[in-house]
């Protein structure tokens, strides 16, 4: 007997009871939805979190000043960074594409009768835009002659052209920074809320030694960290050997003793959320799965019931020429038929949750969008594990089936 026609008497035995059919597959829906559900979101979080690691820039390394511990107790930052310790890193390291110093600063902006409070308001280098992977969207970014000079010179993002000038060019205005005046020089590109919601357009930026000399008013040529860019992912690592060795010498650290710095790569971190969250994917995936294997529980209780129904009709098969595994393929058919039409009804289920779940958590969270994943993956492998569930909780039923004696099978009433 071929497998078209097996499939077909299969489908006729299942439409003569649509109802039983229908909720034999039910736990095979619930679970295969549960698990596209889990692993649909799963994988939105993990494209998330990689997403907002691009946003903070190319490959970024971050150096801080080392923390003054006495008797094992932190007492605080030193000042231990200085702008020519990132000159050093950009020119002396080999697998650095770019680094910039960075000073912090807080304040407020006016613009006429408009202020506002910009979350991040920075003094950064000429490279800064190279590593945090910045392009402007209008005007230029400091030149060296601006740095050297202190020049009082700005670069904005959307939010603050939002809030202050409205309708106005800001290209050429003059705001004040802490009654200092600042010109506007330059409009970044908008970058949108990082993953914990924070604007990151609501953003100042000017040159650092500005920010020392004007703002702080300090000669000292310290800095609060340095960012820098590895020239390519697969060279972080490499990049962050450089950079520390280099820091070493350039400090005087002697062997064994504490660097008075820390080197931070953030794609370490990154993976570190991603194992996360791939973890947390994969046991709430098999907490879901749980509800597969009652599924095929049903399944077979199902299916050892349609084989005693049907005892008489095997019998009159057997009789007229069907061997024992015709009717052992026709009844692992039907199981997997049961357990394929539950996985595809399942998908469709799951593909809906997640994309209704995602939809909810973005109304729910401001700025910060989760993406929507339809994991192609993960169809295939529920469909494959559907039919994993179909043959195994099936073979028991048909596999009696196709041990019955046809003459018994015959008197069966």
């Known amino acids: 007997m071929s497998l078209l026609l097996t499939m077909r008497i299969a489908l006729r035995a299942l439409r003569k009871n649509k109802m039983r059919a229908g909720l034999t597959i039910l736990g095979v829906v619930i679970g295969i939805a549960a698990v596209t559900t889990m692993v649909s979101i799963g994988q939105s979080a993990s494209q998330l979190v990689q997403s907002q690691f691009e946003l903070l820039g190319t490959n970024v390394i971050v150096v801080l000043p080392g923390s003054h511990r006495s008797r094992g107790v932190r007492q605080g930052v030193r000042p231990t960074l200085t702008a020519k310790d990132s000159e050093a890193i950009g020119r002396q390291c080999p697998s650095v594409l770019a680094s910039t110093p960075l000073v912090g600063t807080g304040g407020q902006v006016i613009y006429g009768n408009a202020n506002w409070n910009p979350n991040e308001m920075h003094g950064v280098g000429l490279d800064y835009l ?13 030149t060296e002659g601006d740095v050297t000079s202190s020049s009082k010179v700005c670069v904005i993002g959307q939010t603050l052209v939002a809030k202050l000038f409205q309708t106005t060019n800001p290209l050429g205005e003059m705001i004040r920074v802490r009654n200092v005046p600042f010109r506007v020089i330059g409009i970044l590109e908008p970058k949108g809320a990082n993953m914990v919601g924070q604007d990151q357009d609501n953003i100042i930026l000017m040159p650092y030694t500005t920010v020392r000399k004007r703002l702080h008013g300090s000669g000292f040529d310290n800095v609060h960290a340095i960012l820098v860019s590895a020239r390519s992912t697969t060279g972080m690592r490499d990049a962050e050997n450089d950079i520390r060795q280099l820091l070493l ?18 794609d370490e971190i990154a993976k570190v959320l991603g194992m996360i969250t791939g973890t947390l994917t994969m046991m709430l995936s098999s907490i879901a799965g749980i509800s597969l294997l009652v599924g095929g529980v049903g399944i077979m209780n199902i299916m050892l019931v ?24 026709q009844f692992l058919v039907e199981a997997v038929l ?4 539950g996985g595809v009804i399942g998908f469709a289920l799951g593909v809906g949750a997640s994309t209704g779940a995602t939809a909810i958590i973005n109304s729910l969270t401001s700025g910060t969008q989760w993406p929507i994943v339809i994991s192609i993956p993960a169809a295939v492998i529920a469909f494959v594990f559907a039919s994993g569930v179909g043959i195994f909780f099936g073979y028991y039923p048909a596999r009696r089936a196709s041990k019955l004696d046809p003459i018994d099978a015959l008197r069966y009433e």
């Open 130 to 142: 190279t590593v945090r992977n910045w392009p402007l969207r209008h005007g230029g970014f400091f």
């Open 249 to 266: 010498e350039r400090h005087r650290i002697s062997p064994g003793e504490p660097a008075d710095f820390e080197v931070q790569n953030t």
């Open 306 to 329: 349609s084989v005693t129904e049907r005892t008489r009709e095997i019998g009159i098969r057997m009789a007229v020429g069907a061997r024992p595994r015709d009717i052992l393929r």
């Open 338 to 341: 049961l357990s394929c039409i």
